[in-house]
């Protein structure tokens, strides 16, 4: 406990949250993103767990949240990662069928241990950005959610933004016990920005239309 410049009492809660899921979905790229607000393109994996800590207000509470970033790898320490964690994300590629594939071994892995109190868990299906790329529809995750009682489900994109903060911040809340307004939620919602696909195109387009000028300008008739 500390104090705050208005010299008032400044509690803090913390949570734990455990990032989960096959190599490569992008887990660590979310995190960053939530965390700094940064992306990058470069592919790192990582090696056993990584410590990321983000601060966050929800309704006027403080909250410390610790993450834990795990490698997606098979590891004996994988029971010791998720100890006493108040939420673990199980995270997947909706360009890569397989990572989805594997998504309920990851929720079988978690609860087949011994916990006394057993964590929230939230989906987020990464890569959302890439809609003309998508192999996993939207009605499987839905069903997933459904079937394994998860109330946190959401598409993201670490890449743009998109529905990052949105997504934890529900979460937290949910960590808390607490129900988002839709205010609340509006927050923290990124609009959808525009697919790679069609800038690439209006790209195509373009150097088209060059193509075709400059072909019709070279042209001459021979009397």
């Known amino acids: 406990m500390s104090l705050t410049a208005g010299d008032s009492l400044f509690v803090e809660e913390e949570l734990k949250i455990v990032m ?11 995190v ?3 965390c700094h607000d940064d992306f990058t393109r470069q592919y790192i994996p990582t090696c056993g767990v990584e410590f990321y800590l ?19 790898l098979s590891s004996g320490l994988f029971p010791k990662y998720i100890y006493n964690a108040n939420a673990i994300i199980i995270t997947y590629d909706i360009t890569d ?16 241990g011994q916990y006394t109190n057993v964590p929230k868990f939230a989906l987020f299906a990464n890569k959302c950005d890439l809609e003309h ?3 996993v529809t939207e009605e499987k995750q ?4 459904k079937e394994f009682r998860i109330l946190i489900s959401q598409s993201i994109s670490a890449r743009t933004g998109e529905n990052i903060t949105f997504a934890w ?12 307004s839709k205010f609340d939620l509006e927050q923290h919602l990124v609009r959808p920005v525009q697919a790679e696909i069609e800038t690439t195109i209006n790209q195509y387009k373009t150097i088209l239309s060059n193509q075709q000028q ?7 008739d021979i009397q």
């Open 20 to 30: 989960i899921g096959e190599p490569s979905t992008g887990k660590s790229c979310i």
């Open 32 to 34: 960053s993103r939530y």
């Open 54 to 72: 983000k601060r966050t207000q929800i309704q006027g509470r403080n909250v410390r949240i610790n993450i834990w970033d795990t490698s997606g």
């Open 97 to 112: 069928s397989a990572s989805f594939s594997a998504v309920s071994s990851w929720y079988n892995k978690v609860i087949s």
């Open 133 to 135: 790329k998508r192999t």
């Open 142 to 145: 839905i069903l997933f959610s």
């Open 169 to 180: 911040q529900q979460l937290v809340a949910e960590c808390l016990g607490l129900k988002l």
């Open 214 to 220: 400059i072909t019709s300008s070279t042209i001459c």
